[in-house]
């Protein structure tokens, strides 16, 4: 199967790709280690993306593949420098497998080197030549690709496509050659045709590709020239006829094994699938191996992960067993203490108390007792009784814990790998809406209007101070660690009283203040202006940590949460009476509870899927899903208040 474009395929591409001069340059993604996307538009056809894989391919692509959660550097680099720009030429560098992309702005005009051959690269490259950053810093005999050296590409060869000049160049070539260099490796190498066009060079001239290259007569060398135009013919011609082009994937039972510009004699007897270009042939045949590879991956990871959870579900049920063993054996032998009470203390009686604990096994029993002599026979069943209850807590544990590992595998095995639907989009029957800037936070909209934001770790915190609060917004914090930073969106607005009990509440409910079980919390807010970063000389603030400087306003708050469906969105919220009336169904905690966040969750869960309408159900499970939920609890553990509708006991 094909692996990489060759010279012959990127001079029928950037033949193609002459359709983009004029396009803007909108975004760059990174997809994978030497994989770029280009989001191009371009005032006939719109939003289009190109694809440059180093060392293997370009070409536009129609499937839309998933954008990475973070741009790489490389990909923020060329959204910096060539974004808004437009793609003034394309072309491919002499024959090498080399593109070169130029991009012009206002102020400053960039080339983007798109290295296909073996060991590749992508680099940028200012006016003066110099590289300004390439994907990879690379070492090589003849050159080195790092920051601020000038570009030296890779040696050129002979240029097939100069007709003018090729007969002369090949018969020097043939007459140089080495010894033993066979015709077809000089067309292979020295012009870069490659190992099956330039068999099929020596097919057309009738020249037996296996005969020396130095003892090639003329005629077999004019034979060879006129075999290599009529091949390029359909990429030399391309402007004038582009039906001599007839792209197209080979087949070989139903597998794809190759794709071409146009049609070789050496595929003739083989099914073939043609494409109206060989941009969209080179798309089909590259992407799919793609899809295929990522899918293989992802069911490979998938499968890890099931088994996985299978050995953790095998030693938990071990350790069950154990645990069950243990409890009955310490139980059994508490009540041995009362059911034989006379008979121990007759036999306590007999022996010689040299130690403190005596072991002694009672006839028709099998089970040692250790008796602690300085004690009544009472204390040591109670004893027994104790131990036997700590296994009974172990043994409790230990079966929730089996049940959420039970739930994981069936979530698993119920979780279909489909790559491809991600891929391609014409697939995708849902479109989820797009998701609001706030909404990867904790947030809420008081009663007055004004939007909420919370932080959920240091990090955000951080990007929530740093990127997205002004000056004259209000920030709010308790003075309890391991608190999050609140902001309110006022804008400079007076805040009402409710509007700030709310905020403040909502402060404290996501404070430690609810894992150590208080139900009442302190809270202060400031003004943006007062926040800083900076502080006092000598001291360090630590990641998430800010300076608060100025008068504050401190605020009392009871502690309490509402999980609840507004709408199409899924909100935690302050359990005021105010925001209750603002949901359409909730579950209202507090603090001091016995469900863990995990078992809570699906607690959660599973009420607004039980009282959901029977038209909004299918919706309602994929707004209110597991990990949503669980990323608006509190920490620690809670107890559910409430519910509307009330929840059926």
Same mark, same amino acid.
């Given at each position: ?17 002459? /359709? +983009?001069?004029?396009?803007? #340059?909108? %975004?760059?993604?990174? *997809?994978?280690? @030497?994989?770029? &996307? $280009? ?127 090729? /007969? +002369?160049?090949?018969?020097? #070539?043939? %007459?140089?050659?080495? *010894?033993?260099? @066979?015709?077809? &490796? $000089? ?127 095998? /030693? ?334």
């Amino acid at each position: 199967m094909k692996e990489s474009m060759s010279s012959v395929d990127i001079a029928a591409i950037v033949t193609e790709l002459q /359709e +983009l001069v004029g396009a803007r #340059l909108v %975004k760059a993604y990174q *997809q994978g280690r @030497d994989e770029i &996307r $280009l989001k191009l538009h371009q005032k006939d056809k719109g939003s289009l993306d190109l694809i440059i894989e180093a060392g293997r391919r370009i070409h536009l692509t129609r499937y839309k593949r998933p954008s990475p959660r973070m741009p790489s550097n490389f990909a923020m680099y060329i959204r910096k420098h060539l974004g808004g720009g437009r793609i003034a030429q394309i072309r491919q560098l002499e024959f090498d497998r080399i593109v070169e992309l130029t991009v012009e702005r206002w102020d400053k005009k960039i080339r983007l080197i798109a290295e296909l051959l073996p060991r590749g690269n992508l680099v940028l490259i200012d006016e003066n030549g110099d590289i300004m950053l390439p994907l990879r810093r690379k070492s090589f005999s003849t050159r080195e690709i790092k920051v601020r050296t000038k570009y030296e590409r890779p040696p050129s060869r002979e240029n097939p496509l100069i007709m003018s000049e090729l /007969e +002369l160049t090949l018969t020097n #070539l043939c %007459k140089s050659a080495a *010894q033993d260099k @066979d015709v077809v &490796r $000089l067309l292979a190498s020295s012009l870069s045709l490659g190992g099956l066009y330039a068999e099929e060079v020596c097919e057309k001239a009738g020249v037996d590709k296996n005969k020396k290259a130095n003892e090639l007569s003329e005629t077999e060398t004019k034979s060879i020239h006129g075999a290599i135009r009529t091949l390029l013919e359909p990429i030399l011609s391309q402007d004038k006829d582009k039906s001599l082009l007839k792209a197209h994937i080979v087949l070989d039972a139903k597998e794809k094994v190759d794709v071409l510009p146009f049609e070789l004699n050496t595929y003739k007897t083989r099914e073939k699938e043609f494409f109206t270009s060989f941009n969209d042939a080179a798309d089909e045949f590259f992407t799919m191996q793609i899809a295929e590879a990522v899918e293989e991956q992802a069911k490979t990871e998938h499968e890890k992960g099931i088994g996985k959870y299978e050995r953790v579900l095998n /030693e938990q049920l071990d350790a069950l067993q154990k645990f069950e063993r243990k409890e009955a054996e310490w139980i059994k032998k508490g009540e041995l203490i009362y059911a034989r009470y006379v008979e121990i203390e007759e036999q306590l009686r007999e022996m010689v108390k040299k130690r403190k604990v005596i072991t002694l096994t009672l006839p028709d029993t099998d089970l040692p007792l250790e008796i602690d002599t300085s004690v009544s026979l009472q204390k040591n069943a109670s004893a027994y009784y104790e131990r036997g209850k700590v296994f009974k807590k172990k043994r409790a544990g230990v079966a929730r814990a089996i049940e959420e590992t039970k739930e994981r595998i069936k979530t698993e095995k119920e979780k279909e790998v489909r790559i491809e639907e991600e891929l391609i989009p014409e697939k995708k029957e849902v479109r989820l809406e797009k998701e609001e800037w706030y909404e990867k936070f904790r947030w809420f909209e008081t009663s007055d209007g004004f939007l909420v934001i919370g932080g959920k770790d240091a990090t955000t915190n951080e990007i929530l101070v740093k990127k997205y609060m002004d000056s004259d917004d209000l920030f709010c914090h308790t003075q309890a660690e391991g608190a999050p930073v609140v902001i309110a969106k006022t804008g400079g607005k007076d805040v009402s009283e409710q509007g700030l009990r709310e905020i403040a509440q909502f402060a404290t409910s996501y404070s430690n203040l609810w894992k150590y079980g208080f139900y009442e919390g302190e809270c202060y807010c400031v003004t943006g202006d007062q926040v800083s970063k900076t502080p006092p000389s000598g001291e360090y603030i630590k990641k998430g940590s800010f300076v608060v400087r100025g008068k504050r306003k401190y605020f009392k708050a009871a502690l309490g949460l509402c999980i609840g469906v507004k709408g199409n969105k899924l909100v935690a919220v302050p359990s005021t009476d105010s925001q209750k009336e603002m949901l359409d169904s909730f579950v209202e905690l507090e603090p001091e509870g016995e469900l863990e966040k995990n078992e809570l969750a699906k607690e959660i869960v599973k009420f607004f899927v039980e009282h959901a309408k029977e038209e909004k159900k299918e919706e309602i499970k994929r707004r209110a899903t597991y990990e949503k939920v669980l990323r608006f609890l509190p920490p620690g553990k809670s107890r559910i208040k409430g519910s509307y509708p009330k929840r059926q006991k």
